[in-house]
Nanobody, 116 residues
Framework: QAHFVESGGGLAQPGGSLRLSCVAH????????IGWFRQAPGMRREVVLC???SASSSVKGRFTISRDNPKNMVYLQMDNLKPEDTAIYYC??????????????WGQGTQVTVPS
């Protein structure tokens, strides 16, 4: 069955960087839109960045999403981290712009903690 495995989370100091990785199993990432999402304690899950199937990377502020098709992986580079970035980060397969409930395959998530 199609699924993702995320890694790369951990503890980072404010102003630091982390790169999250997401490897896909059971399908090719170059055929789908792939998104990174996050969910902070007590908050709704929200989209961080979305990469459509025709793009190799996208940047939004401090974050960059990119794809490595031969490795079947998607990355989230996070720079200048802030305490409000603390959350569980997930990658998922779906369609950019669609509601989160319409995304079909998710990873188990990786925890990112940025202390204040």
């Amino acid at each position: 069955q199609a699924h993702f495995v995320e890694s790369g989370g951990g503890l980072a100091q404010p102003g630091g960087s982390l790169r999250l990785s997401c490897v896909a199993h059971g399908f090719s990432v170059d055929l789908y839109d792939i998104g990174w999402f996050r969910q902070a304690p007590g908050m709704r899950r929200e989209v961080v960045l979305c990469l459509n199937d025709s793009a190799s990377s996208s940047v939004k502020g401090r974050f960059t999403i990119s794809r490595d098709n031969p490795k079947n992986m998607v990355y989230l580079q996070m720079d200048n981290l802030k305490p409000e970035d603390t959350a569980i980060y997930y990658c998922a397969r779906g369609m950019c712009g669609r509601r989160i409930t319409e995304w079909d395959y998710w990873g188990q998530g990786t925890q990112v903690t940025v202390p204040s």
